[in-house]
């Protein structure tokens, strides 16, 4: 297949500004919500009910939303460019309210190297291997985006003191796949871990995935067959029932790992189309355009395994596009939200974007949610019309923007001034919105702070000095909007090696960024 990228279907922007707290929604008085738009049935009994004794994660999307409230989460912490020599860790949360550690750090557990910069995480079994009894949820996969190590953590046998389990030396990457700079990490229904690259081992663009044996984490191999690859990589889903992996691309590994320059930009360092992969043959099929140095990141399916559409973030062109398969059988994009550049003084830039850098769905699919880590808000859209979003819930949280800062607002389109400084707690928060995860129920919206040490030290030093944090929205799942949960800090600004940055949100029993259903 000729890299010759397909032109996205045109559509029209959409997007409202809202108030903040305490209740930030922008829905209609009167507006009634939608009945799901899943076309599953969550049965009367949970799955596991159903079937007796099942393998690990919930038989549906909606089985899951009964699921048990989340009492701990997984974050990854780095130290990588803070200025601190020390290892990055695996930081143990409690969320509970009821807990006398409610907000706390109750567990760390540090890597044996320094400079990993740990990034995301996946689990060695999920909702995927739902009908696998064989199989636990005991195991989560932590590769780092700068060594190339892969981390397997053991959270089975004390959930909350994890313990380091194996580690997967880059050498093993480099010389079976001929990749580097692990990203995304899926469980498959085969019992086999995948897990995403941005590049080769040189740190040039490269698009591939790396197979892990789900027992021994042994690597097996590329999952890509055929001599063809897309230029980049970064982030993917996958969907059996449309025999379908599509993934996406950041940009070249040596060109982000010092930060953002700006004339990176229009030379083909930054990436900009959906990559379509045949999920049988593994073969990479068609390309997807988005737009010049769109820089697509986070993409999601609905969890609905019959429904053959999802959404893709754009980060530099700070766009939200719906991907779908067409009546011929391929696949296609139309730009269904743009977040409109504000023009400023006393920046790298004379126009800031949105900075898109996380996305996700609900498990009903109903909510679609996305970060603007530049322009410091979190914004909640109605997606019961999949191809017209319809924003219902917006909450300023930091950012660049803020009152009294070194950026001057000058033209903004959507706000009528810039945003004050976020406080909670009486700890002024530093950067913006990045990570973000979604309880399973619907109703709690847990944000972090951090998107990539080399970048947070370049548009937020502040945070390099003081640390992220990791904040709780909640929201309102009938009408939409959200609301900052003012009860609720963690600040990683406190820790005992000193302030460090908090990526990635995990939940032990799964989430709606984690699980697929096949």
Avoid at 19 to 28: C, G, I, L
Avoid at 185 to 214: Q, R, V, W, Y
Wanted: one cysteine or more; proline letters at 8%.
């Amino acid at each position: 297949m000729a890299r010759g990228c397909t032109s996205p279907t045109p559509s029209t922007a959409r997007g409202t500004s809202s108030s903040t707290r305490p209740w930030s929604s922008t829905m209609q008085a009167g507006s009634s919500p939608r009945a799901t738009q899943q076309q599953l049935r969550s049965s009367p009994a949970s799955g596991a009910e159903q079937c007796g004794e099942c393998g690990p994660g919930f038989a549906s999307p909606l089985d899951a939303m009964k699921g048990p409230r989340e009492e701990i989460v997984y974050v990854p912490c780095i130290y990588r460019n803070t200025g601190r020599q020390k290892p990055d860790f695996l930081a143990t949360v409690d969320v509970n309210p009821a807990s006398p550690q409610y907000c706390q750090v109750i567990h760390r557990l540090p890597m044996p190297n320094l400079g990993d910069e740990l990034h995301h995480s996946g689990w060695n079994a999920c909702s995927s291997c739902f009908g696998d009894t064989s199989k636990k949820r005991n195991r989560l996969v932590l590769p780092s985006l700068i060594s190339s190590r892969i981390y397997v953590v053991d959270v089975g046998t004390d959930p909350r003191a994890p313990r380091l389990f194996r580690v997967v030396n880059p050498e093993d990457m480099f010389w079976k796949c001929n990749l580097g700079y692990p990203h995304t990490s899926h469980c498959l229904g085969s019992g086999e871990i995948m897990i995403s690259t941005l590049g080769d081992p040189a740190g040039n663009g490269k698009g591939g995935f790396i197979l892990l044996d789900g027992e021994t984490f042994e690597i097996k191999g590329n999952w890509e067959k055929g001599d063809e690859v897309p230029p980049m990589g970064y982030d993917f889903w996958y969907q059996p029932r449309h025999n379908v992996l599509i993934s996406t691309e950041w940009g070249i590994p040596k060109c982000l790992g010092y930060g953002f320059d700006p004339r990176d930009l229009k030379r083909g360092r930054y990436g900009r189309c959906l990559n379509v992969w045949d999920w049988t043959t593994h073969t990479y099929v068609q390309a997807i355009d988005l737009g010049e140095d769109a820089a697509p990141l986070e993409i999601r399916f609905l969890h609905n395994p019959a429904a053959a559409e999802g959404y893709v973030g754009c980060t530099i062109s700070s766009s939200i596009h719906r991907f779908y398969k067409t009546q011929r059988g391929d696949w296609a994009a139309e730009k269904v939200i743009q977040v409109p550049s504000k023009t400023v003084e006393g920046w790298l830039l004379p126009d800031m974007p949105g900075f898109i850098t996380d996305i996700l769905i609900s498990l009903d699919d109903r909510f679609l949610y996305f970060s603007n880590w530049l322009h410091g808000d979190i914004r909640q859209y109605d997606i019961s019309d999949s191809r017209r979003p319809r924003l219902v819930g917006q909450v300023f949280v930091g950012g660049s923007i803020t009152k009294g800062g070194p950026v001057t607002v000058c033209g903004d389109p959507e706000l009528p001034g810039q945003p004050d400084p976020f406080v909670i707690k009486g700890r002024r928060v530093s950067g913006g919105p990045q990570m973000i995860q979604l309880s399973l129920d619907g109703k709690r919206l847990y944000v972090t702070t951090s998107l990539y040490s080399a970048w947070d030290r370049q548009f937020y030093p502040d945070l390099i000095r003081d640390g992220s944090v990791m904040l709780q929205l909640d929201v309102d799942t009938e009408r939409g909007g959200l609301r900052v949960n003012e009860r609720f800090l963690v600040d990683f600004g406190q820790e005992p090696d000193g302030p460090c940055l908090a990526h990635e949100i995990r939940y032990p029993g799964g989430d709606c960024t984690s699980d697929i259903w096949v």
